[in-house]
């Protein structure tokens, strides 16, 4: 009895201590926020943090927006399912950052605020319209994604379930991003991309001195492939993931901050570099964790020891939370400024912080009734990807295509890719493959093959 006792105030005393953690991140975050909002001058400091981003700045920044939960929590996720394939995830992701290195000094060229004002740069006002309306609804799960992923590493502890985690987490994402905007994210993404990788590592370590990590299943050239993820799959990742690494709202956010071309540059190849081993570590502790029928975050708190149990959950939370603010912000700036015509008028700034609260909200709630992570990310990507890849590189790369047909090109191959990926998770799989690269087929002929000279 006396035994039972010392253990069961051991374990509430863990408990409590990883609490105290998470309790800290969160105030410390919501610290930053407010710091950051009487920074904020200009509606430039609040949108693109005045332009003046300089290559660390950036480089943390993207790299904590890409390793959102959706992105950990979603490779590992994989891999638990699928094996070592699971590492085509962020490798597509990395794949995507390569290709934007070259393009990237163009959209530093041509791009102020959002992705919408660019394609209205190119092709008019209605285009830009049309992509106003269609980014913000179609990253709503994405929001979403990251709301998720909060709430199931908060749910691993036992004193919270997750529609409690995942109200706690939505609330300090709304507050945390409606306060400092750019200003702020810019400041605590480095720190959170230092918490991303160390947590990390701290996993890896405790993993790789156990006996159980000779068991694990071998990685080869072989194995990058297999009969639940096979070069078909590959394919659609490519078209429906990778690109959106190429063109995107999020990812070009950070470029519009940059202080320089060259910055903007440097700071996507290191990113792109940066991901081929953070791809290869998520992906060992998903196949590592695979044989425990436990989620990471569980399997973590039988791993780990209290301080680095705290850590790893610190980590997990700082990926959310960077993907999570920057997709939040990225949204309800493009509606602010569809509804105002101009995000540099002031009443924009009023406007932005409303909607970041009606767009949180909402994201909640989607989360509170779609609990799969990847579920929710691919979705919105696919969409998003059949409508505006074509197109934005299109413009970027000053090819020349029948302007007229740019709206009717961006909503008929986003509808079709979303309707390809709903069959392909639904009834039959090779239709929807097929599906979803007719979109990309469809886009093009309208935009290439019916130009009026």
């Given at each position: 009895?006396?035994?039972?006792?010392i253990?069961?105030?051991?374990l509430?005393?863990?408990?409590m201590?990883?609490?105290?953690?998470?309790?800290?991140?969160?105030?410390f975050?919501?610290?930053?926020g407010?710091?950051?909002?009487f920074?904020?001058?200009?509606?430039d400091?609040y949108?693109v943090?005045?332009?003046?981003?300089?290559?660390?700045q950036?480089?943390g920044?993207?790299?904590?927006?890409?390793?959102?939960?959706?992105?950990?929590?979603?490779?590992?996720?994989?891999?638990?399912?699928?094996?070592?394939p699971?590492?085509?995830?962020?490798?597509?992701?990395?794949?995507?950052?390569?290709?934007?290195?070259p393009v990237?000094?163009?959209?530093r060229r041509?791009?102020?605020f959002?992705?919408?004002?660019?394609?209205?740069?190119f092709?008019?006002?209605?285009?830009e319209?049309i992509?106003?309306?269609?980014?913000?609804?179609?990253?709503?799960?994405?929001?979403?994604a990251?709301?998720?992923a909060?709430?199931k590493?908060?749910s691993?502890?036992p004193?919270?379930a997750?529609?409690?985690?995942?109200?706690?987490?939505?609330?300090?994402?709304?507050?945390?991003?409606?306060?400092?905007?750019?200003?702020?994210?810019?400041?605590?993404?480095t720190?959170?991309?230092?918490?991303?990788?160390?947590?990390?590592?701290?996993?890896?370590?405790f993993?790789?001195?156990t006996?159980?990590a000779t068991?694990?299943e071998?990685?080869?050239f072989?194995?990058?492939?297999?009969?639940?993820f096979?070069?078909?799959d590959?394919?659609?990742?490519?078209?429906?993931?990778?690109?959106?690494?190429?063109?995107?709202?999020?990812i070009?956010?950070?470029?519009?901050c940059?202080?320089?071309?060259?910055?903007?540059?440097?700071?996507?190849?290191?990113?792109?570099?940066?991901?081929?081993?953070i791809s290869?570590?998520l992906?060992?502790?998903?196949?590592?964790?695979?044989?425990?029928?436990?989620?990471?975050?569980?399997?973590?708190q039988?791993?780990?020891?209290?301080?680095?149990?705290?850590?790893f959950?610190?980590?997990?939370?700082s990926?959310v939370?960077?993907?999570?603010?920057t997709?939040?912000?990225?949204?309800?700036?493009?509606?602010?400024?569809l509804?105002t015509g101009?995000?540099d008028?002031?009443n924009?700034?009023?406007?932005?912080?409303?909607?970041?609260?009606?767009?949180?909200?909402?994201s909640?709630?989607?989360?509170?009734?779609?609990t799969?992570?990847?579920q929710?990310?691919?979705?919105?990507?696919?969409?998003?990807?059949?409508?505006?890849?074509?197109?934005?590189?299109?413009?970027?790369l000053?090819i020349?295509?029948?302007?007229?047909?740019?709206?009717?090109?961006?909503?008929?191959g986003g509808v079709?890719?979303?309707?390809?990926?709903?069959i392909?998770?639904?009834?039959?799989?090779?239709?929807g493959?097929?599906l979803?690269?007719?979109?990309y087929?469809?886009?093009?002929?309208?935009?290439f093959?019916?130009?009026?000279k």
């Amino acid at each position: 009895m006396y035994n039972f006792v010392i253990d069961f105030r051991y374990l509430l005393h863990s408990i409590m201590q990883v609490e105290i953690t998470i309790i800290t991140y969160f105030l410390f975050i919501i610290a930053i926020g407010v710091y950051s909002a009487f920074k904020v001058r200009k509606p430039d400091d609040y949108y693109v943090a005045g332009k003046k981003a300089g290559m660390v700045q950036v480089t943390g920044s993207l790299l904590a927006t890409i390793l959102g939960g959706s992105a950990v929590l979603g490779t590992i996720e994989l891999s638990q399912q699928n094996g070592w394939p699971a590492l085509w995830f962020l490798f597509s992701a990395a794949i995507g950052l390569f290709f934007l290195v070259p393009v990237s000094k163009y959209v530093r060229r041509y791009g102020h605020f959002t992705l919408p004002e660019l394609l209205g740069t190119f092709y008019g006002k209605k285009v830009e319209t049309i992509a106003s309306l269609i980014i913000p609804l179609a990253w709503l799960g994405i929001v979403a994604a990251q709301i998720i992923a909060a709430a199931k590493i908060l749910s691993g502890l036992p004193s919270i379930a997750y529609g409690q985690a995942a109200i706690l987490s939505g609330v300090v994402f709304i507050v945390y991003t409606l306060l400092g905007g750019q200003l702020s994210i810019l400041k605590t993404d480095t720190l959170q991309s230092v918490l991303i990788v160390a947590g990390l590592a701290a996993m890896l370590y405790f993993t790789r001195s156990t006996p159980l990590a000779t068991n694990i299943e071998s990685l080869n050239f072989g194995s990058l492939l297999n009969s639940s993820f096979g070069v078909v799959d590959l394919l659609i990742l490519l078209i429906t993931y990778s690109v959106t690494f190429v063109v995107g709202p999020d990812i070009y956010s950070r470029v519009f901050c940059t202080k320089s071309e060259r910055t903007a540059k440097r700071s996507v190849f290191i990113v792109a570099a940066l991901l081929i081993p953070i791809s290869f570590g998520l992906t060992y502790l998903g196949v590592y964790s695979k044989g425990s029928g436990e989620g990471i975050v569980a399997f973590a708190q039988h791993l780990l020891p209290t301080w680095s149990y705290g850590l790893f959950l610190a980590a997990l939370l700082s990926a959310v939370m960077s993907s999570a603010d920057t997709t939040l912000l990225t949204s309800s700036m493009i509606l602010s400024e569809l509804f105002t015509g101009n995000l540099d008028r002031k009443n924009s700034l009023v406007l932005t912080r409303i909607l970041i609260v009606v767009i949180g909200i909402c994201s909640l709630v989607i989360a509170l009734y779609v609990t799969s992570i990847i579920q929710a990310l691919l979705l919105a990507l696919t969409f998003f990807s059949g409508a505006f890849v074509v197109p934005t590189l299109a413009g970027l790369l000053q090819i020349k295509v029948n302007k007229k047909n740019v709206a009717l090109a961006m909503i008929v191959g986003g509808v079709i890719a979303l309707f390809g990926k709903l069959i392909n998770q639904y009834q039959h799989e090779m239709i929807g493959n097929g599906l979803i690269a007719l979109a990309y087929l469809l886009n093009g002929s309208i935009l290439f093959f019916f130009r009026r000279k």
